[in-house]
Structures are given as C-alpha cells and as structure tokens.
C-alpha cells in the first residue's frame, strides 16, 4: 500500500510497449502509465462510480504484478478539513 497526495493517470502508454500498465512513484505522488483502452474503461468506471483495478507489469511473463486500485468508500474522513 502506497499513500500519495496525488495521482497522475497517462493514457499514452502503447500496446506494443509490452507493459500491460506502468507505475511509479513522481515526488509524493503515483503516476500510472495505462492504454487508451484502460483510460476509457477507468474514464467509465468514475462515471459509474465503480471500483477499477490497473494491473501493472509486463504483459508476456507470470511474474507477480503489481496492482493499482481505485476503490469508492462510504465514509467521508474528517481529517484535515477546512
């Protein structure tokens, strides 16, 4: 689990990279390397306010993958409001 005051999601990255998605820590933030195809179907999915998963890493070899998870809660924090 990583904490991040921000995300960035790019939705340049290309089929023929061979990454099925890319992560990485910029600053104190997450960007997240993703296709077109992932763009539009996350694009949805905060339209529908759905949870979306983007699985990161290599899209040829079974290694352990890495996950990025975009989950909606229930609760609203009070920290750090106003």
Not at 17 to 25: T, Y
Not at 33 to 43: C, H, N, P, V, Y
């Amino acid at each position: 689990v990583t904490g991040a005051s921000f995300v960035v999601f790019n939705g340049a990255l290309k089929t023929s990279s061979g990454f099925l998605a890319k992560s990485s820590i910029v600053e104190d933030g997450l960007m997240v390397q993703i296709t077109r195809e992932t763009m539009e179907g996350l694009r949805q999915a905060l339209r529908d306010k759905k949870d979306f998963r983007i699985t990161c890493g290599k899209a040829d070899t079974e290694d352990v993958k890495e996950y990025v998870d975009i989950c909606w809660v229930e609760s609203e924090e009070e920290t750090n409001k106003g």
